[in-house]
C-alpha cells in the first residue's frame, strides 16, 4: 500500500558526498541519485574508516527537486557499515536537536527524507 502522505513530499534530484578523510587520493566527490545509492556508498567507506571509535568526515549537499538544497557535515564511522538510512538518520537527528533555531518541522514534513528503521 503506499503512503500517501510521501506522495505529496518534494523528492530528492541528487546527493553530492565529498569524503574528505580516509581517501588515498585525498578529497573526492560522488554524486548519487537515491538515498539507496548513499547508503550502500556510505556503508563501503565505512568498512574502511579508521577503528577506534575515530571518524571520518564527509560532507554532503543534498539536492530536492524544487531546487532547494540541504548541506552538511557527516562523521563516518566504522560502525556505520551495519547500519541503514545513515543520511536521512543523520539528517533527522540534526533536524531534532536544532529545530528551535529553524523551521525543522516544516522541512521534513516537506522533503522526502527517509525515517530511519
Given at each position: 500500500?503506499?503512503?500517501?502522505?510521501?506522495?505529496?513530499?518534494?523528492?530528492?534530484?541528487?546527493?553530492?558526498?565529498?569524503r574528505k578523510d580516509g581517501a588515498a587520493?585525498?578529497?573526492?566527490?560522488?554524486?548519487?541519485?537515491?538515498?539507496?545509492?548513499?547508503?550502500?556508498?556510505?556503508?563501503?567507506?565505512?568498512?574502511?574508516?579508521?577503528?577506534?571509535?575515530?571518524?571520518?568526515?564527509?560532507?554532503?549537499?543534498?539536492?530536492?527537486?524544487?531546487?532547494?538544497?540541504?548541506?552538511?557535515?557527516?562523521?563516518?564511522?566504522?560502525?556505520?557499515?551495519?547500519?541503514?538510512n545513515l543520511l536521512p538518520r543523520h539528517?533527522?537527528?540534526?533536524?531534532?536537536?536544532?529545530?528551535?533555531?529553524?523551521?525543522?518541522?516544516?522541512?521534513?514534513?516537506?522533503y522526502a527524507i527517509p525515517v530511519a528503521?
Amino acid at each position: 500500500m503506499a503512503d500517501l502522505g510521501k506522495m505529496d513530499k518534494v523528492g530528492v534530484r541528487g546527493i553530492l558526498i565529498t569524503r574528505k578523510d580516509g581517501a588515498a587520493r585525498g578529497p573526492y566527490d560522488i554524486v548519487l541519485g537515491t538515498w539507496e545509492e548513499t547508503d550502500a556508498i556510505l556503508k563501503l567507506w565505512a568498512k574502511s574508516a579508521a577503528g577506534n571509535g575515530c571518524f571520518e568526515t564527509c560532507d554532503f549537499r543534498v539536492v530536492f527537486e524544487d531546487g532547494n538544497s540541504y548541506s552538511g557535515t557527516f562523521y563516518l564511522r566504522q560502525q556505520d557499515a551495519f547500519q541503514r538510512n545513515l543520511l536521512p538518520r543523520h539528517i533527522r537527528k540534526v533536524c531534532e536537536e536544532t529545530k528551535i533555531a529553524w523551521e525543522a518541522e516544516a522541512f521534513l514534513g516537506k522533503y522526502a527524507i527517509p525515517v530511519a528503521a
